[in-house]
């Protein structure tokens, strides 16, 4: 990512991640492990990254839409779980919810 304020590249900090990217949000995954998984943005007024660690092992899809990172996980035991966070620029922070399901997963749609 290029800080125009900074004059300089800023590089994700975390080595061996792969994922992709949609209007400045991140979503991406140890290369090797597929765990943990980092859902990040590059704030530019505090000219760092702002990452989320997701430790949820069962991720299976994901989407990045209008800034909203969503993905589903399917636990062994329990309902399927869609959980959707967004970064807030005026607290800095990340704002996650997310919602149980009680019906087959048929995929998500832009």
């Known amino acids: 990512m290029y800080d125009a304020s900074l004059h300089q590249r800023k590089y ?14 991140f979503f991406a995954w140890d290369d090797f492990t597929n765990f943990p998984c980092y859902g990040f943005t590059y704030d530019q007024e505090l000219n760092s990254w702002m ?18 990172l969503t993905y589903l996980t399917e636990p062994a035991t ?26 087959k997963y048929i995929g998500f749609s832009n």
């Open 51 to 68: 990452i989320d660690t997701i430790l949820n092992t069962d991720v299976t899809y994901y989407l990045i839409e209008d800034r909203v």
């Open 12 to 25: 994700f900090p975390i080595d061996y991640v792969i994922g992709s990217m949609d209007k400045g949000v």
């Open 78 to 103: 329990g309902p399927l779980k869609v959980f959707y966070q967004v970064y807030n620029q005026q607290l800095k922070e990340w704002d996650q919810r997310f919602r149980s399901c009680c019906w």
